[in-house]
């Protein structure tokens, strides 16, 4: 059946990084953590996610975390990145996947939240990422999966947020952040995420996006961002998601690829970074354990290419009770 | 952390990060007691600006920066002077925070809403630019404030086209000036500006301009995707009517096809109408396409776009011809002629119109009396071994039926633009050969593949298909073959497309295809002729030619490795399908067999269903997962847990009517998803080697 050799690939160090996820959040009072502080949502659904990939979702006090999260809503219904901050599309969904893998949604007030959400479009189809009208179609992709997880698209005109995605479509049949932007394998997530959860996917050119995407794997077996760049783990994320959406991740060379992520792997102190011997942290660590799910890596949860949820969160949102 | 080497840091290192965290921690602090007390001074800004300059991603902090500049500019009232010193502060901090991380979004957007109130000047916005394209030509912050300024300031494209140019000659190797290049040319085109028009023209430059790049350094990709667009660009044809079915010139004998029609009990004198395009278009209806028959029709027709998404586009489109009841002559034959009366409704996804009108005809036989079709109720089972097909049976009323290769040439006008556009092909095939003997660059050999092939499309479309015999594939074959062993990451895209010059190669003419035709022994189990196109053990990995394929029945695609059957919803009279031993990994990815409601026969028996945790079809099936449809709880004949396990065999099998399905050889076919599977399909009479009932 043609499957892939695993142990020639090296191996991945689950406890080791299990513990550096389970550290990091004890140790605060660093620059590097300091200046990470408004982004401790996103910081919490990486770390959260990482962990239930790797079967470890129970080492962490539940309502401890809901309870702080339920503290960075803002009056609004947005969540802010930490305690205090202002609301942003960028938390509220992180705070909706966190609640989602924890099976614990009912503990918002969705219309609260989804009137948020749904108020931050533009007549243009368009979303701003907050009430200072910053656009990008980043928030178009987090509004869009936000308001599916919550069921309630129907507050939105899905079709102008389509046709909006759309016109931010380039040569390479890749997406920018708005029309006329360069394509750039992030961006190309998220518009390809949002057109996959509205079924919009035919506006995509598969073959051309697909080759672009597979020409994105650089001969270490790294994947880059955009062309003629370096590689970095968390492109292992954001061109491989794309690529499964689009049924065409068959195109790049897999082995190569686990074996690049592994190797950027601290395995003394546990951790993934961006490159082999660079430092570690929980973004890329996030990145590199989803790739590898994506790869099918043995031992590891499914993982969701346009939710960024494990597999199971999903088909029980989607298909269970 | 991006690009920060990995070393535990020293004591000293570990007590500095401590001693700034503390330092960031208390401008943190001080910030937020103004920001929640609304209090905007002097010494409250000059805090904030020390945290943006120390964090300038931290986005509350530019949040408190606009209230404030809404504050004092409300208390300016309008006092030109104050308004400007106050927005200028606002650009100085910008600046100090971009000097710190040039990749901040926050101190970008910032800025975009301090000029779009209009009271800055813009003159040092391109200066600044500079400077940053100068640090990272690459930068996409700074391409896109540019085209933000350069819109400002009403900069004409034309000006910035030069700028690209600029950018371009510094470093070949620039992908960012190469896009903004695309994104203005198509605009000048667009709009046909003096100097950029005729497109023939302009692309002949732009060729000429690409290939000094890609002459330069042919190993770097920026130029060769510009290229590809450039190609693309020049290739693009109107959508056509390729084929149809039945086919033009045949003659069909109605009570053959009658099992086909979407009701089987009373109607005898149905037949489906296919109409094949070159690509996906829109529009097909009774006031687009006129179909006029000698006898008795209902010329109110229903045209239905074949299709697995929401687009309403469709390159094949079906519609069932309905016969009076009593022909006048039975044993005469009517002629049915088929044309693209108002070809400007046909509209493909780039919007483009067809002003091509296409026409086509036929001729039935109609059945002298209803005939009721009935499947009998000792159906036997089909086998698909080699012993019970035979070749060298056709008759020639067959050969008519699967000729779709009489399709009309195209106007005069148009021939034309091929004409040239083939021309300036064919000086890139030079080109590309030239590069070619120099040196062995991967890239090149893929264009040149990609040249040949948009070469024959041109000059296909500009003779007529019939002359498609007269190309060559072979050398686009051998240049597949050399690019899996030059380039092995990407064997597997390599061989798709290998896979469908192969089949064009093996289908682009009637002798070629009778090669693959066989007969089957039985021909009283199948709903008429048990003619079947074998195509197995090919080492297909997808299939493509559907438009030479539209009366196929029965199809032996086993021992490839397939593993999309994209298109194959096209081939509506298919009756029995064989997949088995090919490289299908789920359900989903039999999506296309939904819309075949004539498949009776499948055998999709191993495979390599269930042996994957990653679904690459997931999102290219109708399912809630996509929002494209919408399962009512209470239709389910199965219960919740096994809707999460199984719920892309329930998609897909729920709509058909098979009487027989293999499945043995999937890791998921286990004897519980069997159960499920007799539970989904009532009617089914053979599950694997099982008779069921």
């Keep these: ?321 | 952390m991006h690009g920060r080497p990995r070393k535990a840091p020293t004591e000293e290192e570990q007590e500095a990060s401590v001693v700034k965290g503390a330092k960031l921690r208390s401008i943190q602090a001080k910030f937020f007691q103004f920001h929640h007390t609304n209090t905007y001074t002097k010494e409250a800004l000059e805090v904030n600006a020390k945290l943006l300059e120390m964090n300038p991603e931290f986005i509350t902090g530019w949040n408190y920066r606009k209230l404030a500049v809404q504050y004092h500019l409300e208390a300016a009232q309008s006092d030109e002077d104050s308004i400007k010193s106050i927005l200028d502060e606002e650009l100085k901090v910008v600046e100090s925070a971009l000097m710190t991380n040039f990749k901040s979004y926050g101190a970008w957007h910032h800025r975009k809403w301090v000029l779009n109130m209009g009271h800055s000047s813009t003159d040092r916005e391109l200066f600044l630019l500079k400077k940053f394209q100068k640090l990272d030509a690459r930068n996409f912050h700074a391409w896109n404030y540019r085209r933000f300024v350069t819109a400002l300031k009403n900069i004409p494209d034309e000006e910035e086209l030069q700028y690209t140019t600029d950018m371009i000659y510094e470093n070949f190797s620039n992908y960012s000036a190469w896009h903004n290049r695309s994104v203005l040319l198509s605009r000048l085109l667009k709009e046909e500006v003096e100097g950029y028009y005729p497109k023939e023209k302009v692309l002949t430059e732009e060729l000429e301009f690409v290939r000094n790049a890609l002459f330069t350094d042919p190993d770097d990709q920026s130029g060769w995707f510009y290229h590809l667009w450039l190609l693309d660009q020049t290739v693009k044809l109107e959508h056509l009517l390729v084929s149809s079915w039945p086919p033009n010139g045949s003659n069909v004998n109605v009570s053959d096809y009658c099992a086909l029609s979407p009701s089987l009990s009373s109607i005898s004198r149905t037949l489906p109408l296919i109409l094949c395009f070159s690509e996906a278009v829109g529009g097909i209806n009774s006031s687009t396409v006129s179909v006029v028959c000698e006898s008795n029709m209902d010329s109110n027709l229903i045209w239905t776009p074949i299709s697995v998404d929401k687009s309403g586009l469709a390159r094949t489109w079906l519609t069932y011809l309905t016969f009076s009841s009593e022909p006048m002559h039975p044993s005469r034959n009517y002629l049915v002629k088929v044309s693209i009366a108002n070809s400007e409704g046909i509209i493909s996804s780039a919007g483009f119109c067809c002003s091509n009108p296409s026409h086509m005809a036929f001729t039935v036989c109609l059945p002298s009396s209803n005939t009721e079709f009935d499947e009998g109720p000792d159906i036997e089972r089909i086998d698909w071994s080699e012993e019970n097909f035979s070749s060298n049976q056709l008759h020639s009323e067959n050969l008519g039926l699967i000729n779709s290769f009489n399709e009309l040439t195209i106007s005069g006008d148009n021939k034309k633009t091929y004409e040239t556009n083939a021309k300036i092909i064919a000086d890139e095939i030079d080109y590309c050969r030239e590069l070619l003997s120099e040196m062995d660059c991967k890239i090149g050999k893929l264009t040149l593949a990609r040249l040949l092939l948009a070469y024959d499309a041109l000059s296909s479309a500009s003779r007529g298909v019939q002359d498609q015999n007269m190309f060559q594939y072979k050398e686009i074959l051998e240049l597949y073959h050399d690019l899996m062993k030059l380039d092995p990451p990407h064997f597997q895209y390599y061989k798709d497309q290998y896979s469908l010059v192969f089949l064009k190669q093996e289908l682009a003419n009637e002798e070629s295809l009778l090669k693959y035709c066989y007969q089957y022994r039985d021909s009283t189990s199948l709903s008429n002729n048990s003619l079947c196109l074998c195509l197995r053990g090919l080492s297909l990995s997808q299939i493509g030619c559907i438009e030479r394929l539209l009366w196929v029945q029965m199809l032996d695609l086993s021992n490839n490795g397939i593993r999309s059957i994209e298109g194959l919803e096209s081939l509506q009279l298919l009756c029995c399908l064989n997949l088995s031993n090919n490289k299908i990994c789920s359900f989903s990815a039999l999506e296309p067999l939904r819309l075949l409601k004539s498949l009776k026969v499948l055998d999709i028996s191993h495979n390599e269903i269930g042996a994957h945790p990653i679904d690459t079809r997931r999102y290219l099936c109708a399912s809630p997962l996509s929002h494209t449809s919408d399962w009512k709880r209470e239709e389910f004949v199965v219960s919740g847990p096994e809707m999460t396990i199984y719920w892309d065999a329930f998609s897909i099998f729920s709509g058909l009517n098979l009487r027989q399905l293999s499945v043995t050889g999937n890791p998921i076919a286990d004897k519980k998803f069997k159960l499920f599977l007799c539970k989904l399909l009532p009617a089914m009479k053979w599950l694997d080697d099982e008779k069921l009932r």
């Design chain 1, 1 to 321: 059946m043609n499957m892939l050799d695993y142990s020639r690939m090296g191996e991945l160090a689950v406890e080791k990084h299990v513990k550096f996820i389970l550290t990091i959040e004890k140790e605060k009072d660093s620059f590097e953590s300091v200046v990470m502080e408004h982004i401790r949502l996103n910081g919490a659904y990486w770390a959260l996610t990482t962990l239930d990939i790797l079967g470890k979702l129970n080492t962490v006090d539940q309502d401890e975390v809901v309870s702080w999260m339920m503290q960075c809503q803002h009056e609004s219904g947005g969540f802010g990145g930490n305690i205090g901050h202002d609301p942003h599309l960028l938390y509220t969904l992180s705070a909706i996947q966190v609640l989602a893998l924890f099976d614990k949604i009912d503990a918002l007030d969705i219309d609260k939240v989804s009137n948020y959400i749904a108020g931050l479009q533009n007549n243009d189809g368009s979303f701003s990422g907050d009430m200072w009208g910053e656009i990008d179609t980043r928030f178009s992709c987090v509004a869009i999966l936000s308001l599916a997880l919550l069921k309630r698209l129907d507050k939105i005109n899905v079709e102008k947020a389509v046709n909006y995605i759309v016109s931010c479509k380039n040569l390479d049949g890749g997406f920018g952040c708005t029309p006329g932007a360069e394509s750039h394998a992030g961006q190309i997530f998220c518009c390809v995420a949002a057109l996959a959860v509205t079924g919009s996917l035919h506006h995509v050119d598969k073959d051309l996006l697909g080759w672009w995407l597979c020409e994105r794997q650089v001969k270490s077996g790294g994947l880059n961002g955009r062309p003629e760049k370096l590689p970095d783990v968390c492109y292992s994320w954001w061109v491989l998601s794309s690529l499964i959406m689009i049924d065409r991740v068959h195109w790049i060379d897999k082995e190569k690829l686990i074996k690049f992520i592994l190797d950027c792997q601290d395995k003394e102190n546990g951790g993934i970074s961006d490159q082999p011997e660079d430092a570690v942290d929980v973004f890329h660590t996030y990145f590199g354990v989803a790739g590898l799910s994506l790869l099918e890596y043995p031992g590891l949860k499914a993982i969701d290419p346009a939710y960024a949820l494990p597999v199971d969160v999903v088909n029980r949102i989607f298909f269970g009770r």
